[in-house]
């Protein structure tokens, strides 16, 4: 079993940053590809950025490439998620998950694990 653990989210102005942090537990950290997802209200969960188990390579959705950049510590046991420039579509629930592959990371039923979500607010 793996636990993920979000954190960092918050409210935050146009045009500002986040940075999401996600802890992982219950497994070799380095063997898990990792993802972000997000859920804004009333739409579906959507894909946003996925990182391979070794940090090599990364996927991101085109609503946030440029502006996003997923990073991980597998001495920490830990991924982040730096969000700049910030608009107001990017408010959701951001929850962080995992799988043991690399299969198709932008397919969330690919993932194993999920984390409980952490609410990123953008105001305009």
């Known amino acids: 079993q793996v636990q993920l653990a979000e954190s960092g989210g918050g409210l935050v102005q146009a045009g500002g940053s986040l940075r999401l942090s996600c802890a992982a537990s219950?497994?070799?950290?380095?063997?898990?590809?990792m993802g972000w997802f997000r859920q804004a209200p009333g739409k579906e969960r959507e894909f946003v950025v996925a990182?391979?188990?070794?940090?090599?390579?990364?996927v991101y959705s085109d609503s946030v490439k440029g502006r996003f950049t997923i990073s991980r510590d597998n001495a920490k046991n830990t991924v982040y998620l730096q969000m700049n420039s910030l608009k107001a579509e990017d408010t959701a629930v951001y929850y962080c998950?995992?799988?043991?592959?690399?299969?198709?990371?932008?397919?969330?039923?690919?993932?194993?694990?999920w984390g409980q979500g952490t609410q990123v607010t953008v105001s305009s």
């Open positions: 990182i391979s188990w070794s940090g090599d390579t990364t």
């Open positions: 998950a995992a799988q043991g592959r690399w299969t198709t990371p932008v397919s969330q039923r690919n993932y194993a694990y």
């Open positions: 219950g497994r070799t950290f380095s063997t898990l590809s």
